[in-house]
């Protein structure tokens, strides 16, 4: 196996996970709709995906979610706040990307996400985390295209099978190992340092 040089970790799923989904579902109750209606319109609308390719702003795309809710437009700030409260910083996957950097290795982040990613990033602290940040928003493109895997490699500068990259949808894991990323599909109990150990089994070259 050719050595790593270098990881690319996605955000949602990854480095911060939904764990108590309550908040999300009180909102369903509060608006008389069926479970899951708030988190689809959220997070599994076409305006969404028209946010995380930063074609509309933050504003536009709240005050969508409002309209496919039938909210009142002075409650959407109490949304926005309820809705990601039950999401947690996961301080494992935290240490271990820090842990990379401290052994020399590039770490970068390639996540589809809207502008405010980074206001999310620095409320829980790690704005510094990681070496570079592709966001798709700012990017213009979104996994799994093939392109926004590669502007993270050139700017990386490695080769794609220099490269580890972590995910935790399966279409974005399919997408990289197609383009021969190593890949690790990242699900709740998975023991990522463990994961990740047998690509750092090589002796980097220091010499270069």
Known sequence: MAAVKAFIFDFGGVIVRT????PRHAWDERLG???GSVERAVHHSDIWI?????RITPSVYWKGVAEL???RGEDID???RDYFSGDRLNYRVVDLI??????GYPVALLSNESIELETRMAQYGVQDLFDHCFISAYMGMMKPDPTAFRVAL???????????????????????QALSINA???RADTDLRTELAKYLRDERDHTE
């Open 78 to 80: 109490d949304l926005r």
């Open 69 to 71: 809710l039938y909210m």
């Open 50 to 54: 028209q946010a995380q390719l930063g």
């Open 98 to 103: 820090r842990d990379l950097r401290t052994a």
């Open 154 to 176: 050139q700017t990386l500068h490695v080769l794609p099978h220099e490269a580890v990259f972590i995910d935790d949808s399966l279409p974005n894991i399919r997408a990289a």
């Open 184 to 186: 690790v599909l990242f």
């Open 33 to 35: 709709l069926p479970v």
């Open 19 to 22: 764990e108590d989904p309550r």
